[in-house]
Structure formats: C-alpha cells, structure tokens
C-alpha cells in the first residue's frame, strides 16, 4: 500500500473513529487499532469495538492499493503532532511509514487479516425521522446510566406504539422521557435498546447533515449512513425498566417557575451542597421556592425564586444538585413546571417550550 493524503481530511476521519475504539485494557488489540484500505478509488478508515462498525471515506492519491492495521492511538498522535499538508502512507512487510518533508515515522503492523468485516446487511427498516431528531435525543441522553453495572441502562429505548414514539433513558435515579408522532408499521410493539455513548458519536458524526437510518431486524443492529460515513451499532440485549410504572399519575402540589431564574438559583445553591452530601433542600409555599444548602465548615445558602403559578399544597422534597442542573442545562429557556406528591415520591419537571418531554428525578430521603 502507497497513498498520499491531505492530513488534515485523515485527521478529521481519525477523530470520529475514534469514538468506536476499545478502551478496555482485556479486549484484543484490533479493537484497539485503524484500519486503512487503499482502493483505487480511494482510501477506507474502519475501526471496530465488536458492538459498533466505523467506515469513513476519503480521497487521496493511491500509488499502491492494500491495506495496513495498527494502533489507532499512536497513528492518532503521529498525525495530529506532523505540520505537513499532506502525509504519504507506505506499508512495508511489517512496518507503516509515515513521511513528510521532516522525515518519516515507522509504526510496527498488526495482522490486517484479523480485522472484522461487517456482515452483510440484507432487509432493512426506514426509521427516519424516529432514530434522527438530534435535539429529542440529545434531551434524553443526560439520564443515560454511564457505568456499565446494569448494561441496559447505558441506552436509550425506543418504544413504537401505534400513533406514536416514545424515546426514554434511565440511570435508576433520574428518567427523561420524549413523546412525539412517528408510526413505523412494521415495528409497532417494539422496543428498541440503542447505546447512549453510541448516539452521542453519532450526533456529533453527523452534525452537518442528518444520516439515513435503518434497521435490520435479522441482525439486532441500527445503521446510520451519511456523506462519508457509515456507522452500524448492534442493539443491546435485556428488558428495559418498565418507565410508565416511574411516573405519578397524580400530584398534590404544582409549581410554574421562570426558567433561568431557577437555573440561576439551584447553579448558586450547589456551590455549597457539592461540599455536603450533593442535597439541595426545596421547600414550597404560594409564593416562593426556596432552595436551601450547606456546606460543612464552607458556609451555607438559602435563595428564593418566585413562583409564576401554584396549585395544591405546601410542600418540600430533597434532590441531589447535580440532577437538577444537568436538567435546566439541558432545558430551554420558557417556564418550568414541578409537579410532586410528598417528599418521598418523584419530582416531575416539564418545559413550557417542549411540552412532549419530561424529565422524573427520585428524591433524596432527607434524616430531617
């Protein structure tokens, strides 16, 4: 194999094959590593972690057709470090030689032979637009487990109902749900489990333009493909929490609040439960929201922020900070609505602006 390339075109491909290498000190060393395929019309990055396939597409002036395989990370730093324009690729018996005008880097190869293809894909399903609405999914990811403790908890389900499609995410503490219409026939019934970390590679692949999806039911796994990338992730295996059971049906007190002043006041408050024991302590009146913390030998706080409307009782609840302020970050700017029934059941948070999302945080069961 002989190429010469733009470096800058193989880093920007490097960069989003990156998001599909192993990072596990037991997996074999071609989860670890990149291959490059010089063809004659052009070249081919693959990178794989056994659940997800990475295939990038660029240009380049091929002297030699073939492939190499080596380490992705070290290749990665090589190519980042060199100023050159443009690099060439030469593979020897067992070595990748990289030149530019300075000189030339020689990594050692591994066997590109050992590198997984993908199977062949045969019957596929459209799942456009269910599987590609950046910013539904993006409002769904922030509850998405990121240990691997309960593995099914580290995606996101996909549940086709007949009129329409629920997108949910879960970590056990915290539940952000998305309800919008999309009927896709053939799956009604279904509920489809895609890895988080897989998605957000994804949103950020294709960020310029959205991929075509699909689904093949045969072999468990979501392709997306876009202009210069493709990208199939299996689906994972195991039944999702049943997410209807966490949300109230009923609530004794509700609240509407402006939502930065609220952002404002919890952002201000965590300085010190991040000190503590991560509780901010909300107590309800007709009037206000006061949201209360301390931090040991720190100092404490105690803000209030105006209620816009109330309905139902005095009340007061307990929630870990951090919850709070992935969901108002993450929120846009409107009203917030918070529904809850007692200190010991679910707070309900919904915005003014996206009135098909929802977003559940358990309480902290405060020793007060």
Do not use: W
């Amino acid at each position: 194999m002989n190429i010469t390339i733009v470096r800058e075109s193989l880093l920007n491909v490097l960069q989003k094959s990156g998001y599909f290498i192993s990072n596990k000190i037991s997996d074999l060393k071609i989860f670890k590593a990149v291959l490059i395929t010089a063809r004659q019309d052009g070249v081919v990055i693959n990178t794989t972690n056994v659940n997800e396939y990475f295939s990038g597409e660029i240009g380049g002036k091929v002297y030699k057709t073939g492939a190499v395989l080596v380490d992705f990370k070290t290749l990665f730093e090589i190519v980042k470090n060199l100023s050159d324009a443009k690099i060439t690729l030469e593979k020897t018996s067992k070595q990748l030689i990289i030149s530019g005008k300075a000189g030339e880097i020689k990594l050692v190869c591994l066997d590109e032979t050992n590198f997984p293809t993908p199977e062949k894909t045969d019957k596929t399903t459209n799942l456009l637009p269910a599987l590609f609405n950046s910013e539904i999914i993006q409002s769904v990811l922030l509850s998405c487990a990121t240990d691997e403790a309960r593995p099914i908890l580290t995606g996101l389900c996909f549940d086709f109902q007949e009129k329409e499609t629920v997108i949910v995410g879960t970590d056990g503490f915290r539940m952000s749900l998305s309800r919008f219409e999309s009927t896709i026939t053939e799956l009604v019934g279904q509920k489809l489990v895609l890895s988080g970390k897989s998605l957000a590679a994804v949103l950020k692949i294709f960020k310029a333009t959205p991929p075509k999806v699909l689904f093949s039911q045969s072999e468990r796994k979501v392709i997306f493909q876009g202009e210069g990338a493709t990208v199939s992730t299996r689906l994972l295996e195991g039944e999702f929490p049943p997410y209807e059971r966490v949300i109230p049906q009923t609530n004794e007190t509700s609240i509407t609040l402006k939502k930065n002043e609220f952002f404002e006041a919890v952002r201000s408050s965590s300085l010190f439960a991040k000190e503590g024991s991560n509780m901010l302590n909300l107590v309800i009146n007709k009037e206000n929201l006061i949201i209360s913390s301390a931090g040991a030998g720190i100092g404490e706080a105690t803000i209030k922020v105006g209620v816009e409307n109330f309905s139902g009782k005095e009340n007061k609840i307990v929630f870990n900070y951090r919850y709070l302020l992935d969901y108002l970050n993450n929120s846009p700017d409107g009203e917030v609505v918070l529904e809850m029934t007692s200190a010991f059941a679910p707070g309900v948070f919904r915005n003014s602006k996206t009135p098909q999302n929802l977003h559940v945080i358990m309480p902290i069961r405060s020793q007060e």
